[in-house]
């Protein structure tokens, strides 16, 4: 149940919700009435309908980049974990204090810096593990030309890390614009109120189309609410997989 609530709870509910209503209006106004819109009405409805179809697709194509980029930050900041492993026994007298600050830090990203994400806030001990890391690496000196070669690119790495957690991080800080979705849901609604001055010989057919219509801009945009926040506790949202292969 946990996979299809939200989306699919909320686009029966607003479409049942704008079937019963178009029953009602059907109830009190004749169809003959509302075929007299046609003429005039049904063209603009059409060209209003398009216009949304159109903002509706860029803004949700957004969306997903910003939510596949979420998805590459967490992918990109495991590799260099995963390196800076591999590069560790290299660095001799550092190599147990390398590995098991990154043992610490991918322990403590997934226990418990994905939970406070959750809730849009960072994980302080995770970012002391990094420092004390940091200050690991900047007192190293190396001993041979092997181990500069090993230390330089350890070092690349470690930046690189730095650089997506902090993209990581921000992601999931950042604050959400709820105001778009509020203006996109009010357009949807205009959408469906305007659909209501038409009308259909077979009331039945009428009622499935609205309803349908009314539940697939409510998917949408549910859909678009949850991506933008990529590490809430709804599906779909990003798990720290990533990180627990290379625990494994």
């Not at 350890?154 to 890390?161: G, I, V």
């Amino acid at each position: 149940m946990h996979f299809h609530f939200p989306i699919l709870a909320i686009s029966l509910i607003s479409g049942s919700i704008a079937s019963l209503l178009l029953l009602i209006i059907r109830k009190f106004i004749h169809i003959h009435h509302l075929k007299g819109h046609h003429e005039v009405g049904f063209p603009i409805f059409l060209q209003m309908g398009v216009i949304y179809a159109v903002l509706l697709g860029f803004v949700f194509s957004m969306v997903w980049d910003e939510f596949s980029n979420a998805l590459k930050y967490v992918e990109n900041e495991a590799d260099n974990v995963k390196i800076l492993m591999q590069l560790a026994p290299g660095l001799s007298p550092i190599t147990e204090t390398i590995q098991n600050d990154l043992k610490f830090y991918i322990n403590r990203v997934v226990n418990y810096e994905w939970k406070e994400m959750m809730h849009q806030r960072e994980d302080l001990e995770s970012k002391k593990i990094l420092d004390a890391l940091q200050k690991t690496y900047i007192n190293f000196y190396p001993q041979n030309a092997q181990q500069s070669v090993i230390y330089a690119e350890s070092l690349h790495h470690f930046t690189t890390l730095s650089e997506y957690r902090n993209l990581r991080i921000s992601k999931a800080t950042e604050p959400h614009f709820s105001q778009v979705y509020g203006l996109l849901g009010i357009i949807g609604i205009i959408i469906i109120g305007v659909s209501y001055l038409f009308g259909m010989e077979n009331i039945t057919v009428q009622v499935t189309l609205t309803g349908l219509l009314c539940a697939m801009i409510t998917a949408i945009l549910t859909l678009m609410v949850l991506l933008n926040n990529p590490f809430s506790e709804h599906f779909p949202n990003i798990q720290p997989f990533a990180f627990q292969k290379i625990l494994q």
